[in-house]
């Protein structure tokens, strides 16, 4: 069986890894000063980090639509390919919804609800790879990833709450607190669908932050697979990532360390210096 793996871009894979895995992508759209873009193809976070400090301005964005999704799939199952396909969690975006309608009415479209956001999608699909490889029926491929997708996990740290605040998703009271006081934010991500919450609050610089959260995560998972871990960030100094990296080799041994940059739809949400932290579990959490 031929089998296309593919996926919306927000799984924030670097496009090296992409091609390595053989990931294809479909972009969200990102709308800046009444221009439509779309993400990583014709603007790129910094440009987003750019318009705010200049100019205030905060972009939006908008889901793939149906009929991108048609047109997306159709070159390929019109030569006989399967596509087995991974969604932002439907929580967050319609884009989910939209995808099965199009998958319904092409056939051999399987749209997974990854139920998380950003490298944690990246990790499935990289599993999901060495699966279609191995020569695993698609349908068998499909049906692992609906039942086993909390066994992927995601937390952020923000640097600032200013987009967020400017987004309204938090108040400025918070805002302003935060930044007074020096804290940083986890958002903590429900792998069933995607949403998010906030979680613990450390105080000081990201460079100090950053070790206690990574140590805090890995000493919650126990069972943590140790073959691959992706830290992904938004314009963070690559000392800090330095830094990271440096914490998790002491404190477990992992086969690889993915560093990847947050597409423009997650840095939409997050902001500049914005810090995440995504891998896998034996168990489901």
């Given at each position: ?21 053989k990931i294809?992508?479909?972009p ?29 301005i905060?972009?939006?964005t ?34 989910y ?33 060495k ?7 698609i ?8 039942e ?10 923000l ?9 309204g ?7 302003y ?6 804290i ?20 000081g ?35 800090i ?7 998790i ?14 597409s423009?739809t ?20």
């Amino acid at each position: 069986m031929k089998i296309i793996l593919s996926s919306d871009r927000i799984c924030d894979l670097p496009k090296d890894v992409l091609g390595h895995f053989k990931i294809e992508t479909i972009p969200y759209h990102i709308n800046l000063e009444n221009t439509d873009y779309l993400d990583s193809v014709n603007i790129f976070p910094q440009d987003l980090y750019e318009a705010y400090r200049e100019k205030k301005i905060l972009p939006k964005t908008s889901a793939v639509n149906v009929g991108e999704y048609l047109k997306y799939f159709e070159k390929w199952t019109s030569r006989g390919y399967s596509v087995i396909h991974f969604c932002l969690g439907s929580s967050l975006t319609s884009s989910y919804n939209n995808c099965k309608i199009a998958a319904e009415e092409l056939g051999d479209v399987y749209v997974v609800d990854s139920g998380n956001l950003s490298s944690a999608v990246g990790l499935q699909l990289m599993d999901c790879r060495k699966m279609i490889d191995d020569g695993m029926d698609i349908k068998d491929i499909y049906e692992y990833f609906v039942e086993s997708k909390t066994k992927y996990h995601g937390g952020f740290v923000l640097n600032n709450l200013e987009f967020l605040k400017a987004g309204g998703r938090c108040s400025s009271l918070a805002a302003y607190g935060a930044s007074l006081l020096n804290i940083k934010v986890e958002i903590n991500v429900n792998n069933t669908c995607g949403s998010m919450t906030s979680g613990a609050k450390y105080r000081g610089a990201m460079e100090k932050v950053l070790p206690k959260f990574v140590n805090d995560k890995i000493r919650k998972y126990p069972d943590l697979k140790r073959d691959k871990i992706c830290i992904t960030h938004s314009g963070l100094d690559a000392s800090i990532i330095d830094s990271v990296k440096n914490t998790i080799e002491k404190t477990m041994e992992v086969e690889k360390i993915y560093v990847c940059e947050a597409s423009c739809t997650i840095s939409t949400h997050c902001g500049p210096d914005c810090f995440g932290l995504f891998f896998a579990t034996e168990d489901k959490y």
